[in-house]
């Protein structure tokens, strides 16, 4: 093995921080914005649906983004100083656009005979919060993440990672993993529950994955989890 080699092999064993969770919430930002397009206004239930749906889709992505905060900024600005910010500035920006799409939610949720034009207006700001956040997370993986592994070991990598799972109460990582599972690929799917798995008491992995599936779940069921999540 040369020098190059070696470092290429090192690099390829550090942990990608952004990948998963990203894909995941590719995936759900894409879904909730097809899913507010498609709303009749008109039915009562489909619209209270929806909106629970968008509350939930916020709670999400505010919690990803203070893991990012806390334990990835954190931990970049303590070795590279102003290394994470203009991804802070974008996620003081995110701040605001929930705060606004919750008002336009509740413009929604209280409107009669214009309902459909307050729908639109949502459907339309959501639909800019997506392109701000497809490009911000972009600039995440491509940027943020060649610094941290410029500036921290596999293990320290990895280490952040940790600190970020552990602190996710398994009813809030069940809705974390509707979105990474729905994003992720087949065998990714598998590779992650595997590891989740050994890692967690019976108990609480079986009710985490029914929380995630709504029903009763068993390990390598991977057509049902498909179904539930995809
Ligand atoms: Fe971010």
């Not at 806390?70 to 070795?79: F, K, M, N, Q």
């Not at 336009?104 to 409107?111: G, T, Y």
């Not at 974390?176 to 008491?201: K, V, Y």
């Not at 709504?214 to 057509?223: C, E, L, T």
Request: charged fraction near 25%; aromatic fraction near 6%; proline fraction near 3%.
């Amino acid at each position: 093995m040369n020098a190059e080699t070696k470092i290429t092999a090192e690099a390829q064993a550090k942990e990608d921080l952004y990948y998963m969770v990203h894909k995941g919430i590719r995936f759900a930002n894409a879904r909730m914005l097809v899913a507010i397009g498609q709303t009749d206004p008109a039915d009562d239930a489909a619209v209270d649906a929806t909106l629970a749906r968008l509350a939930e889709h916020l709670e999400i992505s505010r919690s990803h983004l203070e893991h990012e905060n806390s334990a990835i900024h954190t931990a970049i600005e303590a070795r590279c100083p102003g290394g994470s910010d203009h991804a802070s500035e974008d996620h003081g920006e995110h701040l605001n656009s929930f705060e606004e799409l919750a008002r336009l939610a509740e413009d929604v949720a209280s409107a009669t005979i214009d309902r459909a034009a307050k729908l639109r207006r949502l459907y339309q700001r959501f639909a800019l919060f997506v392109a701000d956040d497809f490009a911000h997370m972009h600039e995440e993986e491509t940027e943020l993440q060649p610094l941290i592994e410029k500036h921290f070991s596999a293990e320290e990598i990895a280490g952040i990672h940790q600190r970020i799972v552990q602190n996710i109460p398994p009813m809030k990582m069940a809705k974390f993993l509707r979105f990474m599972l729905g994003g992720a690929s087949p065998a990714e799917r598998i590779g992650m529950l595997t590891g989740m798995q050994t890692g967690m008491p019976a108990d609480i992995f079986n009710g985490m994955m029914e929380a995630v599936t709504g029903a009763k779940w068993r390990m390598g069921d991977w057509d049902a989890l498909e179904r539930a999540v995809c």
